[in-house]
């Protein structure tokens, strides 16, 4: 009986185990990668996706900002290999209280031409709170492209010359819509269904030429995703 006990709990712990790495999203399973996300509501939308980073599979060390930030942290959509599209969601975020880095801006976006083993991919996100801030320097740092592994916020911001981000009128705690079209090397975002594109990247960097998408969130942040688009 004792062993019957041991092999049904070991199974009960392996099935949530497993099920703990997958999440069903807008009927769309998606892969947990160093993040912890549920489905909650928030204020008057239901079925809205909660993502946080998870600093134990993740760990994040203030000291050495180019190897603990701008990497895999992102629900990954299973099941899809795209080279060239556009995904569109709704994005809102917020700061967590007690976060572990007081520089922490709300950072939320996408990644996209995720490989297989989450080694290569882009991606853009947002600072929401540098759009409205009394600092210009702190405004023109409002969207980022970086791509995963060797091009972070850090050596693009030191070797590109503020090529690869820009500002945007954008804030923390309301819904912002995100569209990024990608074609070959250039990407397009569209921020909140305008007709002109807030950011351009002519020479995208990255090593993947195609792959999944991934919705990304960053140190300090509560991220939350609704109506998700992909073409």
Request: overall charge neutral; proline content about 3%; aromatic content about 12%.
């Amino acid at each position: 009986m004792q062993i019957k006990s041991f092999i049904t709990s070991f199974l009960i712990a392996s099935s949530f185990f497993a099920n703990a790495q997958k999440i069903n999203w807008e009927k769309k399973e998606f892969e947990l990668v160093n993040t912890k996300a549920s489905i909650v509501t928030l204020g008057n939308y239901t079925n809205v996706l909660k993502v946080e980073r998870d600093l134990v599979a993740f760990p994040f060390d203030e000291k050495n900002l180019d190897a603990t930030v701008d990497g895999p942290s992102f629900v990954k959509l299973s099941n899809l290999n795209i080279e060239n599209g556009s995904i569109e969601v709704k994005v809102l975020s917020k700061i967590m209280e007690n976060n572990p880095f007081p520089a922490a801006r709300g950072f939320i976006g996408l990644a996209y031409r995720i490989d297989q083993d989450n080694k290569h991919f882009d991606a853009i996100y947002l600072r929401p709170s540098n759009g409205r801030a009394d600092d210009q320097l702190r405004r023109n740092h409002s969207v980022q492209y970086f791509a995963y592994p060797n091009y972070g916020f850090n050596k693009l911001r030191k070797e590109a010359n503020g090529l690869y981000e820009t500002y945007a009128n954008i804030g923390l705690e309301e819904w912002i819509t995100m569209r990024i079209v990608f074609q070959e090397k250039k990407a397009r975002l569209y921020l909140n269904q305008q007709e002109q594109p807030a950011f351009l990247v002519n020479e995208m960097l990255g090593n993947s030429k195609n792959g999944s998408i991934g919705l990304w969130v960053e140190i300090g942040t509560i991220g939350f995703f609704k109506d998700l688009k992909i073409q």
